[in-house]
């Protein structure tokens, strides 16, 4: 067609091509979790890999709107590509679970900005926003503890993780869980802290899995670690 370029072609095309790998029982499954999208992830990575890192390409994908589009986008972009802004306002569009999730831990975790983003997001008002900078924190206690106040932390998961919406209770639960995990010395207080407040006790969890219940997941990382 006259006046089509290439790259709108090939975002057509990719577009096409995810909407035929649509399964509608894979979308039943993903909308209970919050997610809008059918596309089997082991296929889209397969979409990933042919294409390999293609930045503008992604952000193309990316401005779709689409979840299944956004996805592949994260996995085709070049992380320390993005500015800041740039990453704070795609963290603000990422509204289902599964796109903040990989935007959080494919893409802010390899860019140089990521601790200024872990700051801001920590404090934003928005629960959704900041679930992601208590995921990036939960990081930092596994591989950079350094400059973390850990008291702190543990004080605000005290104080509110019970009665925080899901996502952001989801990621301050992990980070206690991390706590517990790696601080022997707050272990005790972080295990009282989860077995007080009961977030995910009853959480189904497939057999052979590790329970998110706080406590439960802590004791089961620790005797590994015992283990080996």
Same mark, same amino acid.
């Given at each position: 067609?006259a006046?089509?370029?290439?790259?709108?072609?090939?975002?057509?095309?990719?577009?096409?091509?995810?909407?035929?790998?649509?399964?509608?029982r894979? &979308?039943?499954?993903?909308?209970?979790? +919050?997610? *809008?999208?059918? =596309?089997n #992830?082991?296929?889209?990575? %397969?979409?990933? @890999?042919?294409?390999?890192?293609?930045?503008?390409?992604?952000?193309?994908?990316?401005?779709t709107?689409?979840?299944a589009?956004?996805?592949?986008?994260?996995?085709?972009?070049?992380?320390?590509?993005f500015?800041?802004?740039?990453?704070?306002?795609?963290?603000?569009?990422?509204?289902?679970?599964?796109?903040?999730?990989?935007?959080?831990?494919?893409v802010?975790?390899?860019?140089?900005h990521?601790?200024?983003?872990?700051v801001?997001?920590?404090?934003d008002?928005?629960?959704v926003v900041?679930?992601a900078?208590?995921?990036?924190?939960?990081? &930092?206690?596994?591989?950079k503890?350094? +400059?973390l *106040?850990i008291? =702190?932390? #543990?004080?605000?998961?005290? %104080?509110?993780? @019970?009665?925080?919406?899901d996502?952001?209770?989801?990621?301050?639960?992990?980070?206690?869980?991390?706590?517990?995990?790696?601080?022997?010395?707050?272990?005790?207080?972080?295990?009282?802290?989860?077995?007080?407040?009961?977030?995910?006790?009853?959480?189904?969890?497939?057999?052979?899995?590790?329970?998110?219940?706080?406590?439960?997941?802590?004791?089961?990382?620790?005797?590994?670690?015992?283990?080996?």
């Amino acid at each position: 067609m006259a006046g089509t370029t290439v790259l709108d072609t090939t975002v057509a095309g990719l577009m096409a091509e995810l909407a035929a790998l649509e399964e509608p029982r894979a &979308r039943e499954i993903n909308e209970k979790h +919050g997610d *809008d999208h059918g =596309v089997n #992830l082991s296929k889209l990575r %397969a979409v990933a @890999k042919r294409l390999k890192t293609q930045q503008e390409l992604s952000r193309e994908l990316w401005t779709t709107g689409d979840t299944a589009a956004r996805l592949l986008s994260l996995l085709i972009c070049r992380p320390k590509a993005f500015e800041r802004d740039e990453l704070d306002s795609m963290l603000r569009e990422a509204r289902t679970p599964k796109v903040q999730d990989w935007l959080v831990n494919y893409v802010v975790k390899k860019s140089p900005h990521s601790e200024g983003l872990r700051v801001a997001w920590f404090a934003d008002a928005d629960p959704v926003v900041a679930s992601a900078g208590w995921a990036l924190t939960s990081e &930092r206690v596994v591989k950079k503890p350094d +400059g973390l *106040d850990i008291v =702190v932390l #543990l004080d605000i998961i005290e %104080a509110t993780m @019970k009665d925080s919406p899901d996502r952001l209770q989801w990621a301050m639960n992990q980070c206690l869980a991390m706590i517990g995990i790696e601080f022997p010395e707050h272990r005790a207080r972080a295990l009282d802290i989860g077995e007080r407040l009961e977030v995910l006790k009853d959480y189904p969890t497939p057999p052979n899995c590790t329970s998110p219940f706080a406590p439960s997941w802590i004791n089961e990382m620790v005797r590994r670690q015992a283990g080996s």
